[in-house]
């Protein structure tokens, strides 16, 4: 049972361009949404992260759109660049769920010259 | 800065083995987390533990065990190896009550043969 969703398993976007990488999910107690990036050989690192009381949150180039009533959300990176090429994870928590998250399956993210 | 290690990058086993999997983490966090990575799969929670000697189970913990003998270690046992446990293996730590975000080690390539 997959709780959270990352319908596609890979994107390729051009440099400079926009990156719009989607999560879905099921749970409706979810209440804390991250994004976290992976290089080949090198763990995860936590990128951006929303909370349910929040739309929108962004850093830098990096911006995450929640949109609760569809179970949605979407990390936009603008613009795009080489280094940006990794795997996406996004993950979720909520209260009382003792700091454990949940993950998706990943998307793996091609900027092209 | 955190800093999560894991006591090997790339680890080859036979069937049967027990295998030990260490992480030690250097910021005094309550919490530590081992996952498996697999293709399509994303990453699963093994084991968990929010405390000295205090472990749950995750959404996978059938054929491992854990171990929490000191705050900062955190040990991942498989029993018997088996060739469905090659994976790569992620440690991860988190201070607790305040934020849920996760640092993650390196990872562990695994080989069972």
């Known amino acids: 049972d997959q709780q959270v969703k990352q319908n596609s398993p890979s994107l390729s976007v051009q440099e400079g361009r926009i990156s719009i990488l989607n999560c879905d999910y099921t749970?409706?107690?979810?209440?804390?949404f991250l994004w976290y990036k992976k290089y080949p050989a090198e763990g995860p690192t936590f990128l951006i992260s929303?909370?349910?009381?929040?739309d929108k949150n962004e850093d830098g180039r990096f911006t995450v759109f929640l949109n609760k009533s569809a179970k949605h959300l979407s990390l936009h990176i603008v613009p795009s660049q080489p280094g940006d090429s990794a795997v996406y994870f996004c993950?979720?928590?909520?209260?009382?769920?003792?700091?454990?998250?949940?993950f998706g399956t990943g998307t793996q993210l091609k900027v092209e010259l | 800065d955190v800093k999560v290690t894991q006591s090997s990058r790339y680890l080859v086993k036979r069937t049967g083995e027990k295998v030990f999997l260490e992480c030690v983490q250097d910021?005094?966090?309550?919490?530590m987390f081992w996952y498996r990575q697999d293709p399509g799969l994303g990453l699963r929670l093994i084991y968990f533990?929010?405390?000295?000697?205090?472990?749950e189970k995750g959404d996978i913990p059938e054929g491992y065990s854990v171990s929490r003998e000191k705050k900062e270690r955190f040990s991942l046992i498989l029993e018997s190896a088996s060739t469905n446990q090659t994976s790569m293996y992620l440690c991860?730590?988190?201070?607790?009550?305040?934020?849920?975000?996760?640092?993650f080690g390196p990872g562990t390539r695994l080989t069972v043969l």
């Open positions: 991860a730590s988190s201070p607790g009550s305040l934020t849920w975000e996760q640092f």
């Open positions: 749970n409706s107690m979810f209440d804390y």
């Open positions: 929303i909370s349910s009381i929040k």
């Open positions: 993950a979720a928590s909520y209260s009382g769920g003792g700091n454990k998250l949940t």
């Open positions: 910021m005094d966090h309550e919490n």
């Open positions: 533990s929010y405390d000295v000697k205090m472990k």
